[in-house]
């Protein structure tokens, strides 16, 4: 990735999250919310990439008039020089003759290099922490106790101490109240039927290849916001007591979860 690009994709990302922010949070529906993330995001790489001439570029060529006289001079400077047997030695071949072989190192290419290997270290260890959050969630579910429905999969284990949802599976523990484990349900179903775990993971991997620009992370928290939201909403649309269900959900906010599940 060259600096105009990542310069680019920044500006980019940057103008469709004070967009967001200012024209669309909380004031249209949560799908369109998600829906512009994930779409500007995506745009925001491909803009930059994208070599769209906007007006047609004009080559101005100079005409240069040869007279007889510019022949004859440049010819008879040729028959001097092969008289004299003379050795034209240029600057630029004198300069380098002079300056020792270690000192002509591009330093410009070698910080290019370095930039370049920083950056797949750290994209790499992004995906891989993504890639191991997959996994440890994959382990969890076979060590569960499984229950099939027709919308999603339920794991139940002793060990998960705050529900969590990832792909078609809800993952959760034993000791609920029938009403509370009700509204658990609820919600991580929510996530399940809108597919929010692929709109995560989409994000989770723009985010690990453009690590360096902040506004992914943003974005990134912006999703997950309004995806609870929607969630919330749907667990109250069913009936539940709103003071009940924010009790609920206070009684959850101090376990542990991968950070891609819902």
């Known amino acids: 990735m060259t600096f105009r690009y990542i310069i680019e994709v920044i500006v980019c990302s940057g103008l469709f999250l004070v967009a967001y922010r200012w024209l669309l949070a909380r004031k249209v529906s949560f799908g369109l919310c998600r829906a512009f993330i994930i779409?500007?995001?995506l745009l925001a790489i491909a803009i930059p990439a994208m070599d769209v001439p906007v007006f047609p570029v004009r080559e101005a060529a100079e005409k240069i008039t040869?007279?007889?006289?510019?022949?004859?001079e440049e010819a008879s400077d040729r028959v001097m020089l092969a008289d004299e047997g003379t050795e034209v030695i240029t600057t630029e071949a004198m300069s380098a003759e002079n300056v020792p072989a270690d000192k002509m190192i591009d330093l410009s290419a070698v910080a290019g290099k370095a930039a370049n290997m920083i950056y797949m270290l750290?994209?790499?260890?992004?995906l891989m922490l993504t890639i191991h959050n997959i996994i440890r969630i994959n382990r969890l579910r076979r060590r569960s106790r499984l229950t099939y429905t027709e919308d999603y999969t339920l794991a139940?284990?002793?060990?998960i101490t705050t529900p969590f949802s990832f792909i078609r599976?809800?993952?959760?523990?034993?000791?609920?109240?029938?009403?509370e484990r009700m509204q658990i349900l609820t919600h991580e179903a929510s996530h399940v039927r809108h597919r929010h775990s692929f709109e995560r993971l989409t994000l989770s991997t723009l985010r690990s290849l453009f690590w360096f620009n902040p506004f992914f992370w943003m974005a990134e928290k912006d999703l997950e916001e309004v995806q609870?939201?929607?969630a919330d909403k749907d667990v109250l649309s069913e009936g539940h007591e709103l003071d009940k269900y924010r009790t609920t959900i206070f009684k959850q906010l101090f376990g542990y979860n991968p950070d891609i599940s819902c």
Not at 156 to 159: L, N, Q, V
Not at 169 to 179: D, H, K, V
Request: hydrophobic fraction near 40%; aromatic fraction near 16%; charge should be negative.
């Open 39 to 41: 779409t500007s995001m």
């Open 66 to 72: 040869l007279t007889g006289l510019d022949f004859i």
């Open 122 to 126: 750290v994209a790499a260890a992004s």
């Open 156 to 159: 139940e284990h002793e060990d």
């Open 169 to 179: 599976t809800i993952f959760m523990g034993f000791n609920y109240e029938p009403q």
């Open 228 to 230: 609870e939201w929607e």
